[in-house]
């Protein structure tokens, strides 16, 4: 685990000026896709949402070298490239975590990173040296951390609390032996957590093929201090119904770091249920703030205006855009997932 922290790092909240957003462009991988057709729709999707990101802040790509010319000819001028080796294309989880100390100085945390829980179809040698790199090209601290995580599993308040779920964290294909008590020790020592809300467990999809086992970004997350916003399956023919009412009821008993009790906000899922592969995960909770903006996940459905709206008005002054994310979701995430928010340091 990490050693005692002698600087007080402190994962801010999303909401917090970034300086920009990582990205990786997808590499021609089978998870990604079973053939050279579904590689080029994973990359027209992934460069849509870097290109939607550019209208609020920076963009940097990290993309394979042998799929430098492939990135250049589609991404804009603007996406500062960073050529490293790829196995996959999850940045959230790949990649650095991102925080501060108490004078601003930029860290980052590399979690042990094994493929979701050495998943059959994971391979993961190139994307575990990943989050290295990075903070070499961001010049901040690096921060190691011998706890398998990945930045998908954790949301925070900004203020002291993580959200967490049991089947992540306490996986025994990532950290087998590890109790509650020693994880929040670690979450403590990296992220500055002092206040962590287990959840029992993720949406249905995700423990499936390609799925995370129970990743919190699709199903909750902080947009603002004192509120939660909750995947509200409201349709009892979905098993992700009775996982909605089970959060719910968890995060109405909880509380913050100073110990007041969470607003929660119901964010409706959308009205599609079924894929060719069964129950959907598809998660509007899934969506990533950026300077004055919210990039959101649509699905060509009868809920997205509905869900476009909640996230406005969770997220005033910020402009609310979509892009359709069933391509992503059909590879195992949202937009949430392929990127990761380098918060803006004020001091080196």
């Not at 990359?43 to 990290?62: D, G, K, N, Q, S």
């Not at 979450?187 to 959840?199: D, K, M, P």
């Not at 110990?259 to 119901?266: A, I, K, L, N, S």
């Not at 997220?315 to 949430?336: K, L, M, Q």
């Amino acid at each position: 685990m990490s050693e005692p922290v002698q600087h007080g790092w402190r994962m801010p909240a999303e909401t917090a000026p970034h300086e920009c957003t990582w990205m990786a462009f997808p590499p021609a991988s089978p998870a990604l896709g079973g053939n050279a057709d579904d590689i080029d729709v994973a990359r027209r999707t992934w460069t849509r949402v870097a290109h939607t990101i550019l209208e609020f802040e920076p963009v940097i790509m990290v993309v394979d070298p042998a799929d430098v010319a492939a990135a250049r000819s589609r991404l804009s001028r603007e996406v500062t490239i960073v050529e490293q080796p790829l196995d996959d294309a999850w940045m959230r989880d790949i990649g650095l975590t991102f925080v501060l100390d108490a004078d601003g100085r930029l860290g980052g945390v590399d979690w042990t990173f094994n493929g979701w829980g050495r998943q059959e179809w994971a391979s993961w040698d190139l994307d575990s040296k990943v989050a290295a790199a990075m903070a070499d090209v961001a010049g901040c601290a690096y921060l190691p951390s011998s706890m398998v995580n990945e930045g998908g599993g954790i949301h925070v308040d900004g203020l002291g609390t993580v959200l967490i779920t049991e089947t992540v964290q306490l996986d025994p294909g990532r950290n087998p032996g590890m109790s509650k008590a020693d994880v929040e020790r670690e979450l403590t020592a990296t992220i500055g957590a002092q206040n962590a809300i287990w959840l029992r467990r993720g949406l249905t999809r995700d423990y499936e093929v390609y799925g995370t086992r129970g990743h919190v970004d699709i199903v909750a997350t902080f947009p603002s201090p004192g509120t939660v916003l909750l995947h509200d399956q409201r349709n009892p023919e979905h098993p992700d119904h009775a996982v909605t009412a089970e959060v719910l009821d968890t995060l109405s008993r909880s509380t913050d770091a100073l110990g007041r009790p969470y607003q929660v906000v119901r964010l409706p899922a959308p009205a599609a249920l079924r894929d060719r592969r069964g129950f959907v995960d598809y998660s509007y909770v899934n969506h990533l703030v950026v300077n004055g903006g919210v990039v959101a996940c649509t699905f060509d459905d009868p809920a997205d205006a509905e869900a476009l709206d909640v996230l406005a008005e969770v997220y005033p002054g910020r402009r609310v855009v979509g892009v359709d994310s069933r391509e992503i979701f059909a590879r195992g995430g949202g937009i949430h997932c392929i990127t990761q928010q380098q918060p803006a340091a004020s001091s080196r």
